[in-house]
């Protein structure tokens, strides 16, 4: 790894840029640039050329995951300021070869052959069909976050206000700017899911709008009038889902004069029609056992479901399985006003920073170690746990499971208090830690609400910290410097 023997002033992006282009092969073997809270994500014509041990000895990078793209932590402060930076230096410099580590000279021909062949091996280890399933979940939820973030926040500022009796002429605005996106956050969602399962994303928006319509309410289904918002985000889904898959077949045998007129009117009609009369039905249904379910299981295993749910989430999110959890918590937020489940997952942060610190308390002479975990600290504690997670204790090994069982006694924590006192929630999705106070909201209000998930951040800290202290070391062990940052994530995960 690299020298990190005192803390030193961070690298610039342009120079960590600079440095990491030709040890991915250069600008002639990067095909795709893109980032996330985190990561930069490099799509590579030759993963061959890329070499892995210099890039995770960069001053800057905290780590390495494999995944459909060649991902390198940065970590939150950095990424968008390295995205920028590299991606300035590809344009500039693309079609410069760097050529190979023989000395040798990849032609056109060999360097897209080997580049195929690595793509579709990568595309084979992670195309198992649950996986793309939930990768098209992803798709189709992660970029709404955004925007429930910001109209929860706003939600949580107008419920103060209200309480407080204070600047009550602004409320009814501040209600209408917050609310106006959840209540046709149906339509997004449907124009989301047409386009990820190939149809057109208007369509799929207007079939998901039917949901909210008021009208519906004069719709009888088997004596039964439907209600405005029935099925919610779910019906949605499978409404849009439904539209694309009508869309494809029609436009398949329908003449290319008669395309534009009766594809798009053959598919609302059809999916429109099963939309009324069946799924919002079906999906209001589902909803509401999925709303029941999660109120059953912490009213009645509170804190057995914390202890399971907080010590687990970091596996899943490193596997990716976690994704499957989005619509779940957007459904109760259609439902409830918030997701009673992300204060608990939030947990698992909580021990991640309590392993965190023990590490930095434990190996007090590992300048190199400690100076890691203080460049990665303050943005595990606003809820991105990605630079502390790769950069600290997976490559150490025990920490990292002592920090899942920090999460799991300040989830056991919050359920707890959910069975014996007040529920708490999350009017987004989105952020955690510290990040999430802002969206906190429960059965007895904001105040018992933000003081139950403070006290489970402060439990998840200590237990983090106590754990890895007395089992997250061999005894007698020294753990060098250059364990940190060289483990390799098992699959993907979000950031």
Known sequence: MSDRSGPGPAPRPEDTARALLPLVGGAANVTSIANCISRLRLGLADRSRVRDADVRALPGVLGVVEDDTYQVVVGPRAVNAVAEAFGRLVEEEGGADEGRQDGGTDTAEELAERG???????????????????????????????????????????????????????????????????????????????KEFGGTPVLGGAVAAIIP??????????????????????????????????ERRVRRHMPGTLDVLLTPTIAVLVAGLATVFGLMLAAGALSEA????????????????????????????????????????????????????????????????????????????DEGIRA???????????????????????????????????????????????????????????????????????????GPAVAVYGGGLLVGYAAGFVLTLLFGFPKGAAVPAEAVGEAVAPGPTPG
């Open 213 to 246: 319509f008021a009208g519906v309410a004069d719709v009888q289904v088997f004596g039964t009038a439907l209600s405005p918002g029935q099925g919610g985000v779910l019906g949605a889904l499978g409404a849009a889902v439904l539209c694309a898959f009508v």
């Open 290 to 365: 999925i709303g029941a379910g999660a109120d059953w299981l912490l009213g009645t295993a509170g804190a057995f479901a914390g202890l399971v749910l907080g010590g687990l989430f970091l596996p899943l999110v490193m596997l990716g399985l976690h994704q499957a959890l989005i619509p779940i918590h957007t459904t109760l937020i259609d439902l409830e006003g918030y997701t009673t489940l992300l204060p608990i997952l939030s947990m698992a942060g909580a021990g991640q920073v309590g392993a965190a610190l023990a590490v930095y308390r434990r190996l007090k002479h």
């Open 116 to 194: 195929a062949a690595i793509r579709a091996a990568n595309k084979r280890r992670n195309a198992t069909p649950f996986k793309l399933f939930l990768r098209r979940i992803a798709n189709i939820f992660v970029p709404l976050i955004p925007a429930l973030i910001a109209c929860g926040i706003i939600a949580g500022v107008t419920g103060l206000l209200r309480n407080l009796g204070w600047l009550e002429g602004a409320v009814p605005a501040l209600t209408a700017i917050s609310s106006g996106f959840m209540s046709l956050i149906t339509v997004f969602v449907g124009m989301n899911a047409a």
């Open 372 to 446: 890691t975990v203080r460049s990665a600290l303050p943005a595990g504690l606003l809820g991105v746990g990605e630079p502390l997670i790769y950069g600290v204790t997976l490559p150490l090994g025990r920490p990292f499971i002592t920090a899942c069982a920090g999460g799991a006694v300040g989830g056991a924590f919050v359920g707890l208090m959910g069975q014996l006192w007040a529920t708490t929630g999350s009017t987004a999705i989105g952020p955690s830690g510290w990040a999430l106070f802002p969206l906190v909201q429960g059965s007895a209000g904001i």
